[in-house]
């Protein structure tokens, strides 16, 4: 599956930004996906992922409340809105999709697909 992030920008802290990430084929029911992020100079981290069904979602403790992942299972676009974003949720922000078991989710290197990522800046 090829993916394709967009909606990153700049913003005031606590404004919002919801991003986009567009798959080429179906990804309900097939892929786990996610959402991770790297800051300058700081390793990637994995912020969010939804489950195949979208049924069940999991969040890093760092944006839990104010981030939400979400499906368009219509469209095979996951989204990602970001509420009260803060200078420290400055990153590029890549999603990925993986078919490896929903338990392994927070692990960068079970997602074999990635889309080219989007930054996102949030000035103080």
């Known amino acids: 599956v090829q993916l394709q992030a967009s909606g990153g920008g700049l913003v005031q802290a606590g404004g919002s930004l919801r991003l986009s990430c567009a798959a080429s084929?179906?990804?309900?029911?097939?892929?786990?996906m996610g959402w991770f992020r790297q800051a300058s100079g700081k390793e990637r981290e994995f912020v969010a992922a939804?489950?195949?069904?979208?049924?069940?979602?999991d969040y890093a403790d760092s944006v839990k409340g104010r981030f939400t992942i979400s499906r368009d299972n219509a469209k095979n676009t996951v989204f990602l809105q970001m509420n009260s974003l803060q200078p420290e949720d400055t990153a590029v922000y890549y999603c990925?999709?993986?078919?490896?078991?929903?338990?392994?989710?927070?692990?960068?290197?079970?997602?074999?697909?990635w889309g080219q990522g989007t930054q996102v800046t949030v000035s103080s």
């Open positions: 939804s489950s195949r069904n979208g049924g069940s979602t």
């Open positions: 084929e179906r990804t309900y029911n097939r892929y786990v």
């Open positions: 990925a999709a993986s078919t490896v078991i929903w338990g392994l989710r927070e692990r960068e290197a079970v997602y074999a697909n």
